[in-house]
């Protein structure tokens, strides 16, 4: 996956040393295999948008829950730009939410979701 790493930042217009991508490679690095199937999943379909169920993660979904129990999970999508939030009064991560994660940026979702399909 690593060696695809700047090709596919360079084409999603960005360079390697940009913070955002080192927190990317960083998060990933950290990612147990038996996770990066679902997460994978989880970006591309944020990546399509459109859909809030597919930017919102309501924590006590146990499908959910199972997730982010994996090994790097909750720090692969945080550094994509998932965040806490509350939503329906159920606690979520959310894309794009003020939390923490930061904007949602479709080409650091094109980049994850190209290093994913990878791994």
Do not use: I, K
């Not at 199937?37 to 990546?47: D, K, P, T």
């Not at 948008?49 to 597919?54: F, T, V």
């Amino acid at each position: 996956m690593w060696d695809a790493m700047a090709p596919a930042a360079e084409a999603a217009g960005f360079e390697l040393g940009n913070p955002r991508v080192s927190e990317l490679r960083d998060a990933l690095a950290g990612l147990s295999a038996g996770a990066a199937g679902v997460v994978q999943r989880v970006v591309s379909n944020a990546l399509r948008g459109g859909d809030a169920r597919y930017s919102t993660l309501r924590r006590g979904n146990p499908r959910v829950q199972q997730l982010l129990a994996q090994p790097g999970a909750e720090r692969v999508l945080r550094a994509v730009g998932f965040a806490d939030a509350e939503v329906g009064g159920a606690a979520s991560l959310t894309l794009g939410a003020s939390g923490g994660g930061g904007a949602a940026d479709p080409a650091l979702l094109y980049l994850a979701s190209s290093l994913l399909e990878q791994a």
